[in-house]
């Protein structure tokens, strides 16, 4: 089926910047609350949040095999238990609707108030209820470097790394969309030299620069989803800033995992951006070190070209660049990932999330976490107003960015923007 | 408030066996599919499956505040959600409508029709939703007996281990009750000597004897729960077969914890018995060793003394008794547990799911996993039948129970029961 909302030639007639993350070949999809206090689910082009409630009752979709209140949800997981089939006509029909050359809608005042936000009108809500969510730790150059500060350089890459796609189990209630707030957490720590842990607010508040992607129900308990296949289950993705304690991290994480340390919040941007609008930024994957098994072994081209940037922006302070990184860097795939997770028949639904782990590239400037990029704090970061960080301060905000770039096109993710609240009194 | 449901002079109209795990003292809560295929809420008494749903429509919780629709569905998250109070006047109400003394619903003919089942004319389903499942590692002989073989005996309990009740987060789209059979899993090991992976089903499949606690709505992001009020967000608990595959985890597991090794199922009894069911069982928890922090210190008495058992059965072959514990012997509480979980505000939701971790005692036949009870498969086990164990072979049925005894009660939790189908062909 071609993915005709991919039309680079195609324009809106809606007003848009030439620099949105949102073009018309975008059309994400999310969830919001209109200025009527209704949720619904949406997608976004431009500056303009698109009611598809609104349109669906009004008719638009009627070519389209859908339940009546498919979009009148306050989650996305039923559209997306839909199949990748529904989710291509729904999102070539939207990119119908607002082509320039389409009147319909376009002269049609009164439908358009009924379906038309602008995003100030419009508050952003988490846009799916996440059933299980796993994080992997598919960056080579992010393992080493945490390997390297953890266990010292001898042991920093484990023997399994390349040849497992390592991943573990984290929280969902936890997961919050941009723009809320998180608290710095308290935890036990043991400080370097002492025999007996403290218990008090952590000290090392991180962020890491991660992708998620979102899956469909995608087999039953038992049956594997072979790598080849894994993209069919794969809706789309979104940033992922997996908030980390290191302090905490560092005495509990053994030998069970970070738990603690990592699930006192992890923060997504809003809008998926789906698979099929990605398609044109396909890009090989960097070139395996050791032979993979052949449940790993995929074919063609499965690492996406995102580029990726996060900001630190101090209480009242203006926004510093501080890493730039990109998605292609993974070494594992998410092919290869859900490949991976479900060879033992461990079954997905719609909804899961899967996070990447954090994407680092080989530069220092390209690391994805204050960890890496201040070497544990060895080598703090000086931000625009004149401060230096070694972790996240209080109040600080941290925001992620992300698109891809081919021509004219430009296909973002809008922001994962989080800000840090002081701990609370214990 | 009194719990009056728990008095042991109360007795039933219903025939129920003396030795019944389910005396109308029990009053658990689950989910079932009745001969006339609908899903209902309800509870048990003796064999007697008891509709809810039933009960609530024509009329017999007339005087508790409840919502028309809150025992006709599928799961039980939205009666946890009504709260502890809720869950009390429920359990009371339905003690007093099956009291010998109580002819309201004895002497109605019509009405028994609609509620009562017997157990054989029910399926048993999942009775919560499981948004987020944790797995803790909170019994100290099985966490030294596991670290003594795979790290050895110096290492066999981490530093961490006496401060912190370690745990992990697992999946939770993969339990199932009892009842329901589990594949073995295919995945990636690596073979003794060996310098490549191979891949192939699991060689070391293994159960693990736990119990696993069920939360109501706790807490919202970023305000920890106190130990002392911990039990108040309890709703009760089950047994759990968290399933393992040691040769998987052995070469996966560093650094961030098993994964495939577990995830491709765990089974639990399907009957939740309330907290408040088992406040007679409560007894006083093992000395800590090491000072505990202040958040993880409590008052009274809070662990609970519920007798464990594990039976395998070969296809076509009797039952063999080859683990006898006690949920007793956890070093960490579960108001430890779930004050730990939350101490850095991480939210806790209605139907999440937290297990104990493998429940062994000190004596060799008290160990929680045939990994233990054979130290690895180099002391078998000799089954009824002439058979021997290492591990859990293809066909075999892995049984747990549970059950607390005082006097002439007996509380218990049924049976956990799954069979281990072979391998998918891949």
């Not at 324009?11 to 848009?16: A, E, V």
């Not at 990029?373 to 941290?398: C, H, M, Q, Y």
Request: hydrophobic share 35%.
């Amino acid at each position: 089926m071609p993915i005709t909302a991919n039309d680079p030639k195609r324009k809106t007639w809606l007003d848009t910047s030439p620099d949105t993350d949102f073009p018309i070949q975008n059309i994400p999809f999310g969830v919001f609350l209109t200025r009527d206090d209704i949720i619904t689910i949406g997608t976004r082009i431009g500056d303009y949040a698109i009611d598809l409630g609104a349109l669906h009752q009004l008719g638009y979709f009627k070519e389209i095999e859908l339940t009546d209140d498919i979009f009148l949800q306050d989650t996305l997981n039923d559209f997306i238990s839909d199949g990748r089939k529904t989710w291509r006509l729904v999102r070539n029909r939207i990119a119908d609707i607002f082509d320039k050359e389409n009147p319909q809608l376009r002269e049609n005042e009164d439908h358009r108030k009924h379906i038309l936000f602008t995003m100030d009108e419009v508050e952003m809500q988490l846009p799916v209820q996440v059933g299980d969510y796993t994080d992997f730790y598919s960056s080579k150059e992010h393992a080493t470097n945490v390997g390297t500060m953890f266990r010292g350089k001898e042991n920093a890459l484990m023997p399994n790394w390349l040849h497992i796609p390592v991943g573990y189990h984290g929280r969902s209630s936890s997961i919050v969309p941009s723009g809320i707030n998180v608290r710095r957490p308290w935890g036990q720590t043991m400080p370097e030299g002492e025999t007996e842990p403290v218990f008090g607010p952590s000290k090392l508040i991180d962020f890491e620069l991660e992708m998620a992607f979102i899956t469909t129900d995608a087999n039953v308990l038992g049956e594997p989803i072979p790598v080849n296949e894994a993209e069919d289950h794969i809706f789309g993705l979104v940033l992922f800033n997996d908030w980390s304690a290191r302090d905490i991290q560092k005495w509990e994480y053994v030998p069970l995992g970070p738990f603690l340390a990592k699930n006192f919040a992890s923060s997504i941007s809003p809008w998926i951006v789906t698979l099929d609008a990605l398609q044109p930024y396909k890009v090989a994957g960097p070139k395996p070190e050791r032979e993979q098994l052949p449940y790993l072994q995929y074919k063609g081209k499965k690492s996406y070209d995102i580029n990726l940037e996060v900001y630190i922006a101090p209480e009242n302070g203006q926004e510093t660049k501080v890493a730039t990184s990109n998605f292609k860097y993974m070494y594992w795939n998410m092919s290869q990932q859900l490949a991976h997770h479900t060879v033992n028949g461990c079954n997905v639904n719609s909804g899961d999330m899967m996070g990447s782990g954090t994407i680092s590239g080989s530069t220092p400037d390209s690391f994805g976490s204050m960890l890496e990029l201040t070497w544990r704090g060895a080598k703090p970061i000086s931000l625009a107003d004149g401060s230096e960080r070694k972790f996240i301060n209080d109040n600080d905000t941290v925001i992620l960015k992300g698109y891809c770039k081919s021509d004219d096109i430009r296909i973002g993710f809008g922001e994962c923007r989080t800000k840090l609240l002081p701990a609370i009194k214990q």
